[in-house]
């Protein structure tokens, strides 16, 4: 099993496309913080924006669109064996699938929790640099509902940041796996969370809508509003995050911890699926 993980760690540490991902996701971050530096110099935009490490880092990270770029990485990496042909010449080598599929996903986690540790780590410092406030501080009453920020425990909200991403390579590897294809895994890697998340909020609505025109019980209707807030709010939710905190969508503590055990489920979910997948497919091969 050593000497698969040797394998594609070495092909991952050899791929130049991981070096370019890795440093756009870097030069975005520090772009962005660059941006962030600029309005706590201006006196009429710093009380704006918060000068706490929460809300640098928060924005450092929503903003810099970390996800998209481990979508790609995920699918170049996950599809390149099939592109190539090189799979069945593993496949023929006798391995056991499940160590087959582990030394991959390990891999492919790897490179996604590289690129989003390194930005979390120079978004921090930054905010130590910028003289951010570490503590947490509940300032959503000081501005009007545009600019709620909640301030969390930087810390866990990194931890946060860092599963979101875990999570959300763990469902690009799946796609990737499921579709085989370079080009069409990076479209599906970027596009499904988003259609789901609509489709989940289009048939919470739908089902809202209807159990309150049959006049259903306040007690069942604030129910089932809370469950579709969770779903949600948390179906892979880096890409929303900045979306409800600009629209008072606040984060604390309790939704972070909240946010990190439901990124573990999905971590779980869709490496099992993975799992399910690669079986499947290799039985075709």
Known sequence: MSNLFQFEFRRLFRRLSFYICTGIVLMMVMYTLFTIGMTFLSEDLSDIVGRTAYNVVSQAINLS??????????????????????????????YPRIQLFLAKFTASAVASAIMIFSALVISILSAAVLGADFSPVDNTEQYNSFFAYNSVNVFLYSAYEFTMVM??????????????????????????????????????????????????????LKILEQIATYFTMYWLPTMFTSILTLFGGVMDDISCSIGIFINFGYVILFGGLALLITYKKQVKN
């Open 65 to 94: 669109n970390i996800n998209i770029i481990c979508a790609v990485f995920t699918a170049i990496f996950v599809c390149e064996d099939r592109a190539k042909g090189t799979i069945k010449t593993i496949y023929s080598l006798g």
């Open 167 to 220: 999570a959300l390579q763990a469902f690009y590897f799946m796609m990737s796996e499921l579709i085989g294809k370079t080009g069409f895994a990076v479209v599906a890697n970027i596009f499904t969370p988003a259609l789901v998340y609509i489709f989940l909020a289009i048939i919470f609505g739908f089902v809202y809508g209807s159990l309150s025109a049959l006049e259903v019980s306040e007690d069942i």
